[in-house]
């Protein structure tokens, strides 16, 4: 079964320091996402990346977020000087796995900003 | 409004026995996706169930039903024969539009299912 794969697990930051997650997610899928639940919340959509460009984004990807294709399969998402609410689970997700109608998600990259 | 709404915060269930956990949804789209992700303490997000607005049949994956009633925009999950490995945080979420690769999810609180030995 095709998997997503986020690093790192868990990441743990300095507020004001950059950090930059990062995902391979399931081949042949020109769509590509990130989420983010903080601890106990619901899940929430940050931005979809189409074809090496960003297609949506969320009120919540402000300007100290970014999402970039390093190479031909990984993604990252870049936040560039962390907040204490910036703590959360980041999921990367594609479709495929299950189905193209189906998002396939990571395992997650806990976020935790002290 | 919410588009996805989950009343049940929690709910407990005998192992064995089998439970419902509800999910309401409310769009104008006439082409839209129901989902079901378990998330167990771990962490991770694990697909359970799709349903899709034009699926005239419920949705089974093994254990796990779809209970589709369009015109109640209701979504609810059914889990038979619960087990203790059942126990987690159960999402209902939804896509708007006919493609899942073009459209985002949209995702509920959540419901902390408890199977009780």
């Known amino acids: 079964e095709p998997e997503v794969t986020q690093t790192p697990s868990h990441q743990v930051t300095q507020m004001g320091q950059e950090v930059i997650l990062r995902c391979v997610p399931i081949s042949n899928h020109l769509y590509f996402y990130w989420y983010r639940q903080i601890l106990g919340q619901k899940v929430e959509f940050l931005v979809s990346?189409?074809?090496?460009?960003?297609?949506?984004k969320s009120e919540i990807f402000d300007d100290q977020f970014s999402v970039e294709r390093p190479d031909g399969s990984n993604f990252t998402l870049k936040i560039r000087s962390t907040k204490l609410e910036d703590s959360a689970m980041y999921f990367c997700a594609s479709p495929g796995g299950h189905g193209a109608n189906v998002l396939t998600f990571g395992a997650g990259s806990r976020l935790t900003v002290l | 409004a919410q588009k996805i709404t989950q009343t049940q915060p929690g709910m407990f269930v005998q192992e064995k026995e089998a439970v419902t956990l509800d999910c309401t949804y409310d769009t104008s789209d006439p082409s839209y996706g129901l989902f079901w992700y378990k998330q167990p303490s771990s962490g991770e997000m694990i697909f359970l169930i799709y349903?899709?607005?034009?699926?005239?049949q419920n949705a089974t994956e093994g254990r796990y039903s779809l209970n589709f009633q369009k015109a109640r925009k209701s979504a609810n999950l059914v889990i038979s024969a619960s087990q203790l490995g059942d126990s987690a945080m159960y999402f209902c979420a939804m896509r708007e539009g006919r493609e899942t690769g073009a459209n985002n999810l949209f995702f509920g609180t959540g419901t902390r299912l408890t199977v009780i030995p």
């Open positions: 990346f189409y074809n090496n460009e960003i297609s949506e």
């Open positions: 349903q899709g607005s034009y699926d005239q």
